[in-house]
């Protein structure tokens, strides 16, 4: 664990495992936890479940990028909708716990999936997580498309002349506004545009009917974004 301390971010306990991690998110209500969505950690450089241990964790290429959010009762290689059954048949207990205490609202669980025969826990958040605002995008798109879509989602720097929320949506030539096929982008995080940062940031979501088509909405939207 030495080899793996920094004084300025401590350690990263579920790298001590090689794992792929994916998350699990649950509704919780006065009449039970409803099973909400699945995520899977999109990598840097446009990676998609690549098995991390500790020091591959802190690589620049295979940091958490962002989240994928796949259409309900679908899963993205290498978590399967199985995977994500598996982890809320044993999260139930757990759960039915979180409504007795009297929390109402969203409560994602965070999972490290080892091999077939190990998945864990790593930790619960009972908040909106980033895959929150990734998932509600990626009912309405595939609603408005009416066919199930897959999503991906993260933070971007934006081109230092970029100041409002209306410069950078006129940058983007495939905006969800302006598509009428199922691919494309839409943005949140806006008002982070206008604060008078050195680099302007803001969310970017891109969506299509797979991960591949769904990067690649991301990137292109992104290059426009800094041009």
Known sequence: MNDHWKPERGIIVEGGWPHHPFSVTFNVTNDGAEFHCGSLQWQGNGQLGKLIGTGRLLERDLAHRGNLV?????????ITWAHL???KEALAPAMELVRA???????CADFAWVNAARMALLEFNP?????????GAQVQISKRFG??????GANVSLHSSIRTYRQAKAR???FGTKVRKPRGVVMYHTPLIPLGLKK????????GKDFAEARG???????????
């Open 70 to 78: 796949f259409p309900a009762r679908h899963g993205s290689s290498p």
């Open 101 to 107: 205490s009297g929390y109402p609202g969203l409560i």
């Open 85 to 87: 059954m598996t982890a």
């Open 200 to 207: 302007p940031k803001a969310g970017l979501i891109a969506f």
């Open 172 to 174: 983007l030539t495939r």
């Open 217 to 227: 909405e991301f990137e292109r939207a992104e290059a426009e974004l800094n041009a």
């Open 147 to 152: 066919k199930p879509l897959v999503a991906v």
């Open 127 to 135: 908040r909106t997580s980033h895959s929150h605002y990734v998932q």
